[in-house]
């Protein structure tokens, strides 16, 4: 195989794959890239930036108050378990 020379979609400069890139992205049935070093590693820091944010922001957490005079009714009492009761035996005659 050959170098492959690409136009970054981003930055639109001209970079290349080399034969050993090439043979890594086939080994684990990947496309090759789209996108030249520079502008693959700070989208990847991009995107570790916008998760840190998200995991930096606590989630909203509404707050409610349940009146005092307000009462709950009593939970039903607890009906005793019922064994199922085998079917009779026919008997031979």
């Known amino acids: ?3 492959v020379y690409r136009d970054c979609i981003a930055c639109e400069k001209e970079f290349y794959i080399t034969d ?3 043979d890594f992205y086939a080994s684990r049935e990947m496309t090759l890239p789209k996108r030249c070093y520079d502008c ?3 989208r ?3 995107k570790e ?3 840190a944010q998200q995991a930096s922001q606590a989630p909203v957490v509404e707050e409610f108050f ?3 005079s307000h009462e709950f009714p009593d939970p039903p009492e607890e009906q005793p378990r019922r064994r199922r009761q085998k079917p ?3 008997t031979r005659d």
């Open 40 to 42: 693959r590693k700070q």
């Open 44 to 46: 990847r820091t991009q």
């Open 66 to 68: 349940v009146s005092s």
């Open 88 to 90: 009779e035996r026919k």
């Open 1 to 3: 195989m050959a170098n």
């Open 20 to 22: 050993k890139d090439q």
């Open 49 to 51: 930036e916008i998760k």
